[in-house]
């Protein structure tokens, strides 16, 4: 687990200074507070929430008002908002600003799940490139001293590209940040991310600071992809699941000498196990219910083994776990002594798909701008993400 030598530098959001140039993507069912409050333990940054949907926060639906809520430890204060109406985004984000809620709010247009696209959200909508413009304006607008940035795609397909123009209309409507991940929606998370996209971003941009996602499992990667791109930062979600320390190797090889929380890591079984138990244990804080917060713990069981000497009958028993004791108890069947697997526990982590046709609106791609039927397709578009 060697990593790059690379300039420390810090990166700048607004008026907000990370001691090293990382952000925490926004990931469902992953960034909550349990898991933030986990990375931002080892290593520095800007670690965001999951996506909240801008209706459902307007609405104050009650997962959602728990989704935006952060623990004392967390600043700054991150939430990614998704939203397809400019009016809409906006009151979500006077709800945030004026209740004092984030101290950095993202909007998230690079979504590539179908049940978003097909009705012209996430992914597919800087493709209507006036209301892109409207929706960033007047989020700025209503974001005020609160700095708002976007995370984008390269564009539909291949054919489709939309990052340069979109990159070049949100510095315009004053954003204090853009993040591109290197990828198209029909390349949902598969084959290798197209880092030179990210460079000509940088290019294209003078005025704010560019940030590379895609394809980043170390701090080797990371230091490469700002080497090879110029870009100020990097975005980091696949890369750190089941491995929240990744944060502290971050910021030991991006950031100042403070940025690390600990010593390089030493990623044994007995390591891995204790952070493995510590995010079960800030699981149950989040949800306040033992039983819940385990039956989510299970889903990470994979990723926090992936390489280690875990055999597939202990990692079932771990992946059905309902109390902090039996987790506890399955711990102490481990050789905790095994050392770091090394290549075996690297690489790729998480569902990469196959790339696939992006569902959308009907006729989306026959024009840039909005029409009647699009509008009322876009009227539908949050129905099914209330509730964050």
Not at 153 to 160: A, L, N, P, T
Not at 343 to 371: I, Y
Request: aromatic share 6%; charged share 25%.
């Amino acid at each position: 687990m060697t990593t790059l030598a690379a300039p420390a530098r810090s990166l700048r959001i607004g008026p907000i200074v990370l001691d090293a140039p990382v952000v925490l993507a926004p990931m469902a069912g992953i960034t909550n507070t349990a898991f933030r409050r986990l990375c931002r333990e080892y290593g520095a940054g800007l670690y965001v929430s999951e996506m909240i949907t801008s209706r459902a926060l307007v609405e104050r639906n009650d997962t959602t008002m728990r989704l935006i809520t952060h623990h004392e430890s967390e600043t700054p204060r991150s939430i990614q908002l998704y939203g397809v109406d400019p009016t809409t985004v906006a009151a979500a984000i006077r709800v945030l600003v004026e209740e004092d809620r984030a101290d950095h709010i993202d909007l998230n247009f690079g979504c590539p799940v179908p049940k978003v696209t097909r009705k012209g959200g996430g992914a597919a909508l800087p493709w209507k490139l006036e209301l892109f413009r409207e929706i960033v304006t007047r989020a700025v607008s209503a974001a005020g001293d609160v700095p708002l940035t976007v995370k984008m795609r390269k564009g539909i397909d291949s054919d489709h590209l939309t990052y340069l123009e979109a990159g070049r209309i949100a510095e315009g409507a004053g954003v204090a940040a853009v993040a591109l991940h290197a990828r198209t929606a029909a390349e949902f998370y598969s084959g290798s991310a197209d880092w030179s996209a990210i460079a000509k971003l940088k290019e294209a941009l003078t005025d704010v600071p560019v940030l590379g996602n895609g394809d980043i499992w170390s701090a080797d990667d990371a230091a490469r992809m700002m080497a090879e791109t110029g870009c100020d930062g990097v975005v980091v979600g696949r890369g750190c699941l089941g491995r929240p320390w990744l944060f502290g190797d971050l910021a030991r090889a991006l950031g100042g000498p403070d940025a690390a929380a600990g010593p390089p890591v030493d990623a044994t079984l007995k390591f891995v196990a204790q952070a493995f138990r510590r995010h079960a244990e800030l699981l149950v804080d989040f949800f306040d219910d033992e039983g819940r917060g385990c039956r989510d713990i299970r889903k990470h069981v994979a990723w926090y083994f992936k390489g280690y000497p875990v055999g597939g009958e202990l990692r079932a028993r771990f992946a059905t776990v309902s109390t902090l004791a039996e987790v506890d108890e399955l711990i102490e069947e481990l050789d905790l002594d095994a050392p770091y697997p090394g290549a075996a526990a690297e690489g790729q982590r998480g569902r990469a798909g196959t790339p696939k046709r992006p569902a959308l609106p009907e006729g989306w791609l026959d024009s840039r701008a909005l029409g009647a039927e699009a509008t009322s397709t876009l009227a539908e578009a949050e129905l099914d993400n209330s509730g964050g």
